[in-house]
């Protein structure tokens, strides 16, 4: 029996190991390049690296920029951006190791592209809003936590990614072996700007207590929220009631 328990807890121990080792394998789906003939091309070098994406109606006074969700490909919004959003130069930039931009995704390495990614719009724009889907909801947070961002809007946002693996690692102690958590929630307090929040209501990636608890956790700065009825995680932008919401918070109405 001794050396049953004791085969048993190696192999736990083993298991655990390689989790720590290849989760960002299973936490991170970089999406492949996307041409767009004709489109306006931007990038920036932040270190050794380079991120590079697209702009919606550059020249505009104000920029909104976009973190797109774990397997999307920002790119795509780009036509939809331009005519939502007609007052705004709206930018596109994958995450690192995503599309054409340079390196391997982390937490570390994404957030400090984001706010560096500010820091360089903020310089040639008078307002910059921030505005993140899923993932990128929890790096928009990031960017309005540390940075004078004159809105942010979180579409499908979770309030820690680490909660979301719990309930499907159960078994794991994740909270030691988690690299990459993305504590949404614990920043949440931090943002000054309004704040606006956008669900699906047959969210089947993010469980309703993830968002719920996001959304709660930003009521010092929350303008509201609102229920894309019908919508799932990913079928979201076929909704027209999608693009009107967003407007809305871009515009900062009721």
């Known amino acids: ?21 290849v989760q960002r394998r299973f936490q991170y789906f970089p999406t492949p390049a996307l041409t767009l003939p004709g489109a306006d091309q931007v990038s920036f070098r932040h270190g050794d690296l380079v ?11 104000k ?36 599309g054409n931009s340079d390196g391997t995704p982390s937490e570390a390495g994404i957030v400090q592209d984001a706010l560096f990614l500010f820091d360089q719009l903020n310089r040639s724009h008078r307002a910059v809003a921030v505005m993140g889907r ?15 961002v004159e809105r942010v809007v979180l579409i499908t946002p979770f309030d820690s990614a680490l909660n979301i693996a719990r309930s499907l690692y159960w078994m794991f102690p994740l909270s030691l072996l988690m690299r990459d958590p993305y504590q949404a929630a614990a ?11 956008v669900i699906a209501a047959q969210d089947e990636v993010v469980p309703a207590e993830r968002t ?15 229920v894309i009825q019908g919508a799932g995680h990913n079928t979201l932008s076929m909704f027209p009631d999608y693009g009107h919401t967003l407007q809305r918070a871009i515009n900062g109405e009721g």
Do not use: D, T
């Open 1 to 21: 029996m001794k050396q049953l328990l004791l085969s048993l807890g190696l192999g736990y121990l083993l298991l655990c190991l390689c989790l720590f080792m």
């Open 51 to 61: 991120l590079r994406g697209y702009v919606a109606n550059p020249g505009q006074a």
């Open 63 to 98: 920029a909104l920029l976009y973190f797109g969700g774990n397997g999307e490909q920002v790119e795509q919004n780009l036509v939809q951006f331009r005519q939502w959003f007609p007052h705004h130069s709206v930018y596109l930039i994958p995450y690192r190791g995503y």
């Open 134 to 148: 899923s993932l990128g909801a929890a790096v928009a947070v990031q960017v309005a936590a540390h940075k004078p």
């Open 187 to 197: 920043l949440a307090p931090l943002i000054q700007a309004p704040s606006y929040v």
């Open 212 to 226: 719920q608890a996001m959304v709660e956790a930003l009521a010092p700065s929350l303008r509201w929220s609102r």
